[in-house]
């Protein structure tokens, strides 16, 4: 099997989520051909995470394992959520001409942040989310 960088990488800066709460690599997929296109997904025994690099920008979805990945909360607004000072900019790659180093930049810095942030998710509490659509409801009643 070819190396994947980017598998790599995540389990690297993602390593917290196996060390501390209890996760491991249940899926993985690398594709070389299509832009290094890569899918790794993470699971305790509550909580889903997938990471995917896609043409060049890393994006996770995050959620209870009872649920399908499709209903999965986007880890951009779990972040928003805890943390609504945090610009869309920083979920962005950096502009640097080497491949590797933008992803491996991506990649670290997101880590950093579900580290920060996400710790009820990743322990598998998701009532915030119910807490926001209720009062999201209220505000746009109709």
Not at 26 to 55: K, Q
Not at 87 to 103: K, N, S
């Amino acid at each position: 099997m070819r190396s994947n960088p980017f598998s790599e990488s995540v389990k690297r800066n993602f390593r917290y989520l196996m060390d501390e709460y209890g996760f491991r690599v249940t899926s993985e997929g690398y594709s070389p051909r299509t832009m290094g296109n890569s899918a790794l997904v993470l699971e305790s025994a509550r909580v889903g995470v997938e990471i995917v690099l896609d043409r060049g920008r890393v994006i996770i979805a995050l959620g209870p394992r009872a649920q399908p990945k499709g209903t999965w909360y986007e880890f951009t607004e779990a972040v928003r959520h805890f943390a609504p000072e945090i610009g869309e900019d920083y979920f962005r790659p950096h502009d640097d001409p080497d491949q590797r180093a933008r992803v491996e930049a991506q990649v670290a810095r997101l880590a950093g942040l579900m580290r920060c942030y996400c710790g009820p998710m990743l322990r598998g509490d998701f009532s915030m989310w119910e807490r926001t659509r209720k009062s999201t409801a209220a505000a746009w009643p109709g």
